[in-house]
């Protein structure tokens, strides 16, 4: 069967194959979540299907369209994307990674956690149906976290809590990332000590992940940005969070 790139990705080479998509092998752990998820009815990720005749892994190719630019970026969508983290998390009750879950440790660096996080989601990470967000898709990062943490982390994308430059070449707006902020946190359900962490937590993230260092130069200097924009940015956006 014809091979279609599916772009959007910077790290793998992806190729859908009739309603299949083909990648490179993810760890044992994230295909073990992927095997949960299909057990207990989550539908926000695709199904694990096995390995092909080259060694690729099999998934299945979920319908909908990835944020590319312009993003979808209403209160609504924000809101949304919390609701499914809080479905994909709250969809791990009763997981048992296997031993050999190999986690990958680039951005958390951890090996345990609350749940397993997605810990990329990129706005082309998130298919969208109808204008609303319905499922996450490469899981490679995934990897044991807090829930502070990973919505933390989604918040840089869809909270727009990142350099101004990086969110206009994807059409995010600038202005009231606090209050976008503060609907991700409703919408997935931190309480006020979890908020209180918040920006702390995404802080020493940043700062554990350039000590831990980074495979592309360019996205070192992309981190370091970042990182820049939230110490100079933290005061302000806690008083939001409190």
Do not use: K
């Amino acid at each position: 069967m014809t091979e279609i790139p599916l772009v959007g990705g910077d790290v793998n080479v992806v190729v859908r194959v009739g309603d299949t998509v083909r990648r490179p092998p993810e760890p044992p752990g994230v295909v073990a979540l992927l095997q949960w998820y299909e057990h207990v009815g989550f539908e926000g990720a695709p199904r694990y299907l096995g390995i092909d005749e080259q060694g690729r892994e099999v998934l299945t190719f979920v319908e909908g369209e990835p944020a590319f630019a312009p993003v979808p970026s209403s209160d609504e969508v924000v809101s949304a994307i919390g609701r499914l983290l809080r479905r994909a998390h709250d969809a791990q009750a009763g997981f048992a990674p296997p031993a050999d879950a190999d986690w990958d440790t680039h951005v958390a660096g951890a090996a345990t956690g609350e749940v397993v996080g997605h810990l990329d989601l990129f706005w082309t990470n998130v298919v969208f149906r109808d204008g609303a967000p319905v499922a996450l898709i490469d899981w490679e990062l995934a990897a044991p976290t807090s829930r502070v943490l990973e919505v933390a982390l989604a918040a840089t994308y869809w909270a727009g809590l990142r350099t101004d430059d990086q969110l206009l070449s994807w059409g995010i707006p600038l202005a009231r990332r606090g209050e976008r902020l503060r609907i991700l946190c409703n919408s997935y359900g931190l309480d006020a000590l979890q908020r209180s962490l918040l920006l702390d937590e995404l802080i020493a993230q940043r700062r554990g992940r350039l000590e831990r260092g980074d495979w592309r130069v360019a996205n070192r200097q992309t981190v370091s940005a970042n990182l820049r924009w939230l110490e100079e940015h933290r005061d302000e956006l806690a008083t939001v969070l409190a």
